[in-house]
């Protein structure tokens, strides 16, 4: 007789790992499978948390060597110790990993180790023994989108993977892709002294952002010394000696170019991962870009199983499979779990940061509704002066007729943060005459976002 709990949630990422904790507290006997040597999957092992260590350590010392001088702070002999840096990196995850293992065992769930295959709907199998579960959820993740043309070795063509590892600064760094992990990690080694070029096959970058907001981000990172080709597609790399020759050619058609990178780094997307698992013995069917299909309560079409995080649609991030993992709990335990999709922020961890919720005026245009803009600079809050941090602003975008926020989009220091005000906005279905007439303490960066709100009324104090 197979070992039964509750629930079995396989994968340890942010979507499993929540789920998993949820439905203990719920009261349910949890086992969560992870095939990893440590808890956390993607986003703690090799994603969010250890892109973010290395995002601060460079950003330190770009700030050392460009910032503090105007602060009156002279320093020399300034280096870089990539070996402490990338053992401290280490370290912030290991303390991470770890965190989780920890609040598996307050919360009595069982880490069933090792990688979970299906056997039957209702069955899996794990390092040779079987598991039976009520409900098995599939939490599996995503892994880096393969291109044609280009192999990926991890030392030379990397993923994500392979960049948060490199032990040298290359020299010329290629990116593939101008998303979110090509800027994030194009920023962490250009900070570090690498040059770096960004091909992308649209003639923007971050396809998802706001357009306008895009166009200001290229135009800082430009600044910064990113070379961008847009509008290109990489068709081949190769390793020749020590550099790899990296094809191109106009996505529209036209003549090839080659350019020899260092490093080439491979960020084009992320697909649904569900290698292994053995579905057909189950019966889970998938959907035609690989992902695991659900219905609005992540219910797939085998009763038993269900599915949340990367491995369904929806963007692929951790916190939306957060949110999805106490959701399904909640559900599972016969309450009313639920995601509000149209609040979902993402943010772009580059300096400055970009963060973003609600609809861009793309889609807002798309869906035919009329709107109002406010906008406020950085520029001339006191609090970024005083930082030295002046590029960027707070985009809101409400009803006209309403004045109902639709979406905020901000570029600047510490988006990411200033974002969680804009998205309980949203969540509460608020207006930005609710948000302009809310104290926001002075001085502080928050002040953008109701100068902003203000502006959506055409009455801004400070500019
Ligand atoms: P992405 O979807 O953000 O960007 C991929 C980019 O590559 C797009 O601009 C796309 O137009 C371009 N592209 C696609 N095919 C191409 C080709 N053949 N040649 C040139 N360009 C091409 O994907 P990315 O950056 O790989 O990230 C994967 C996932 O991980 C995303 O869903 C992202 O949201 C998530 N992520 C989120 C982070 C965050 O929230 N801060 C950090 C890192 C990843």
């Given at each position: 007789m197979a070992e039964t709990f509750d629930i079995i949630v396989i994968g340890s990422g942010p979507g499993g790992y929540v789920c998993a904790i949820r439905a203990a507290q719920l009261g349910m006997k949890v086992a969560c499978v992870e095939?990893?040597?440590?808890?956390?999957?993607t986003c703690l092992n090799i994603g969010c948390i250890p892109s973010k260590a290395l995002l601060q350590s460079s950003e330190n010392f770009h700030e050392l060597q460009h910032g503090f001088a105007d602060h009156g702070i002279t320093a020399s002999n300034i280096g870089i110790d990539l070996a402490r840096m990338q053992a401290r990196k280490g370290e912030v995850v290991g303390a991470n990993t770890k965190g989780i293992e920890f609040l598996f065992k307050k919360n009595k769930v069982t880490w069933l180790k090792g990688e979970a295959k299906f056997s039957s709907p209702t069955e899996i199998e794990v390092a040779g023994t079987a598991y039976a579960a009520k409900s098995i959820i599939i939490a599996t993740g995503s892994d880096s989108a393969p291109l044609r043309g280009v192999t990926v070795d991890?030392?030379?063509?990397?993923?994500s993977t392979g960049a948060l590892e490199l032990d040298k600064v290359p020299g010329h760094l290629l990116v593939i892709g101008a998303g979110v992990i090509g800027l994030e990690l194009g920023s962490v080694w250009r900070r570090l002294g690498a040059e770096v070029t960004v091909i992308e096959y649209?003639?923007?970058?971050?396809?998802?952002?706001d357009a306008e907001i895009s166009k200001n981000f290229q135009q800082i990172l430009t600044k910064q010394g990113f070379r961008f080709k847009l509008g290109h597609k990489v068709t081949g790399a190769t390793v020749e000696g020590d550099k790899v020759n990296v094809t191109i050619e106009p996505a529209k058609g036209g003549d090839a170019e080659t350019i020899a990178a260092d490093i080439v780094l491979l960020a084009i997307g992320r697909n649904a991962y569900t290698a292994g698992l053995n579905l057909e013995a189950a019966g889970v069917e998938t959907d035609e870009r690989g992902r695991v299909k659900t219905d609005a309560h992540y219910?797939?079409?085998?009763?038993g199983i269900y599915a949340i995080g990367d491995?369904?649609?929806?963007?692929?991030?951790a916190h939306k499979a957060e949110e999805e993992g106490v959701a399904l709990a909640e559900i599972l335990a016969g309450q009313h779990g639920h995601v509000n999709y149209g609040a979902i922020p993402s943010v772009v961890y580059t300096w400055p940061e970009v963060a973003a919720v609600g609809q861009t005026e793309e889609e807002l245009k798309a869906a035919g509704l009329a709107y109002k803009v406010g906008k406020f600079p950085f520029m001339a809050n006191g609090r970024a002066r005083a930082m030295g941090a002046l590029d960027g602003y707070v985009k809101l975008l409400s009803d006209?007729?309403?004045?109902?926020?639709l979406g905020a989009h901000i570029i600047g220091p510490d988006a990411g943060g200033l974002i969680a005000e804009c998205t309980l906005a949203l969540e509460f279905g608020a207006s930005a005459e609710d948000v302009a007439r809310t104290c926001h303490a002075h001085?502080?960066?928050?002040e953008v976002v109701k100068e902003a709100a203000l502006a959506v009324d055409g009455r801004p104090l400070h500019i």
């Open positions: 095939k990893r040597a440590t808890l956390g999957g991890e030392q030379r063509i990397v993923t649209l003639d923007r970058i971050t396809p998802g952002l219910a797939t079409n085998v009763p491995v369904i649609a929806g963007p692929m991030l006209k007729e309403t004045d109902k926020l001085p502080t960066l928050s």
